[in-house]
């Protein structure tokens, strides 16, 4: 045990004690010269030891299995059951040696009903580990029971929730045909609008063509003419060049033929009521 020795006084031999010093000061014993936390230090060594050697044994009982409550080096504790890592199904998982394990993974289903699955945890963030007392038969089915019931509402919940999105799906796919439909038909008034638009258009420039080249003075005549003109290269008239091009011909043809069916329906309408004042 430690004790002080103190130097010796002037004047003194060696060994002699200071003047108002005497043997019960440096005596080891209770009572001695010693501050209280040096004797609580040593009070609590042993003590100390003890809880280190139990925390080793601890580790060195552990078994997959095993209910277990961790202490994190924050303060926050958490309770599961030991298990493997997860891994690969079909390979069979290798025995852990927890007193040499450098991390512990913990099964939390039957702890936290509702949360399934593992956590793994590096053994450095563990302050203290406590291995806890299976649940009874009782206790583990009416978890069991727990978790099956949320389960179950899980899957209901799930099912309503997919339904009701395909409902919204086909409500929108039903919206999205209907505005496609809306849209091409739109889209074809609008073609069509615009090929009446330019029928007309064309229709006009071929009476104003009609007009400038008269079925009795133009026709097929014309142009039969104006090749053989080319062929003798004698020149062709302005007038029979214009009426000679593509574009002249087609819009003047178009004009012709309205005017034929005008003429024709107007007609025939004179003659059904002739027919009739008869």
């Not at 050697?53 to 078994?63: E, G, N, V």
């Amino acid at each position: 045990m430690l004790f002080l020795k103190p130097a010796p006084a002037p004047g003194r031999g060696a060994g002699a004690l200071p003047r108002g010093f005497s043997r019960k000061h440096f005596d080891p014993d209770f009572g001695g010269w010693y501050s209280p936390a040096m004797k609580y230090s040593l009070i609590l060594l042993p003590f100390l030891a003890s809880i280190a050697s139990a925390q080793d044994d601890i580790w060195k009982s552990l078994q997959k299995g095993d209910r277990v409550q961790i202490t994190f080096r924050s303060g926050n504790m958490l309770l599961g059951n030991l298990a493997p890592k997860p891994g690969d199904p079909r390979v069979t998982p290798a025995p852990v040696d927890y007193s040499t394990a450098t991390e512990i993974t913990l099964d939390l289903s039957l702890e936290y009903p509702g949360l399934n699955g593992t956590m793994t945890v590096p053994r450095k963030e563990i302050k203290d580990i406590r291995k806890l007392q299976n649940m009874d038969a009782a206790t583990l089915k009416r978890i069991q029971d727990e978790m099956a019931r949320i389960k179950a509402q899980t899957a209901a919940d799930d099912a309503d929730r997919r339904s009701r999105e395909a409902e919204r799906d086909k409500v929108k796919e039903k919206d999205r045909k209907k505005a496609d439909a809306l849209a091409a038909e739109d889209e074809k008034n609008k073609d069509k609008g615009a090929k009446l638009l330019k029928e007309f258009e064309e229709l006009q420039k071929g009476k104003e063509l009609l007009k400038k080249f008269p079925p009795d003075k133009y026709g097929p005549k014309t142009i039969s003419d104006a090749m053989e003109m080319g062929l003798r290269r004698q020149p062709i008239p302005a007038d029979v060049r214009e009426f000679a091009l593509e574009e002249t011909q087609r819009l003047w043809k178009l004009a012709l033929e309205a005017q034929q069916a005008e003429d024709a329906e107007k007609k025939a309408k004179e003659t059904k009521e002739k027919e009739e004042k008869k």
